[in-house]
Antibody, heavy 121, light 109 residues
């Protein structure tokens, strides 16, 4: 069974960098698939942040691209998110998930439990 | 980029059938996938591809598509189906972007 677990600070100060890690178990990242980050502000909908392939290729939401970096560490079987220059608008539950891609369909089949990150001084 | 539009809220009587829709230009080329999210929990994939259910998802959940509209149908809605439902698709720009709909709150009466 594939499992994902997010970890990182729950509180980040404005203008600083949010850093989260997603540890994957039950599946080797180096075996394939894309791995994604999705966030959900309190009381709002889901927003795709970006995804990374096991080889390191990345795709970012254009609205966040200038502030986002996603990286992968296959030796630790984990991938990470960095979001710079955060503001209160970045307060959200952050999820990591495994992304399946086909010619006609992109979807997320396994999700982490999510971690709340609050941006506040 | 692309946008996916969902009705904010839908209600259904217990045991009846309900259809939740998702509209967007990308759906003319790509399938929608559907997720169920209950309060305080992570989303759960319920439909992907043309009309595929992951293991463990009841067969009362089904998916369909026509033109720029994808639909999630729950046949014989149960109390435990009350949740938020989100659609997602690949962006139509060809840049491997992912888009989500705004979500539909389903109330089972």
């Amino acid at each position: 069974q594939v499992q994902l677990q997010e970890s990182g600070p729950g509180l980040v100060k404005p203008s600083e960098t949010l850093s989260l890690t997603c540890a994957v178990s039950g599946y080797s990242i180096s075996s394939g698939y894309y791995w994604g980050w999705i966030r959900q502000p309190p009381g709002k909908g889901l927003e795709w942040i970006g995804s990374i392939y096991h080889s390191g290729s990345t795709y970012y939401n254009p609205s966040l691209k200038s502030r986002v970096t996603i990286s992968v560490d296959t030796s630790k079987n984990q991938f990470s998110l960095k979001l710079s220059s955060v503001t209160a608008a970045d307060t959200a539950v952050y999820y990591c998930a495994r992304q399946l891609t086909t010619v006609t369909n992109y979807y997320f089949d396994y999700w982490g439990q999510g971690t709340l990150v609050t941006v506040s001084s | 980029s692309s946008e996916l539009t969902q009705d904010p809220a839908v209600s259904v009587a217990l045991g009846q059938t309900v259809r939740i829709t998702c509209q967007g230009d990308s759906l003319r080329s790509y399938y929608a996938s559907w997720y169920q999210q209950k309060p305080g929990q992570a989303p759960v994939l319920v439909i992907y591809g043309k009309n595929n259910r992951p293991s463990g998802i009841p067969d009362r959940f089904s998916g369909s598509s026509s033109g720029n509209t994808a639909s999630l149908t729950i046949t014989g809605a149960q109390a435990e189906d009350e949740a938020d439902y989100y659609c997602n698709s690949r962006d139509s720009s060809g840049n491997h972007f992912v888009v989500f709909g705004g979500g539909t709150k389903l109330t089972v009466l």
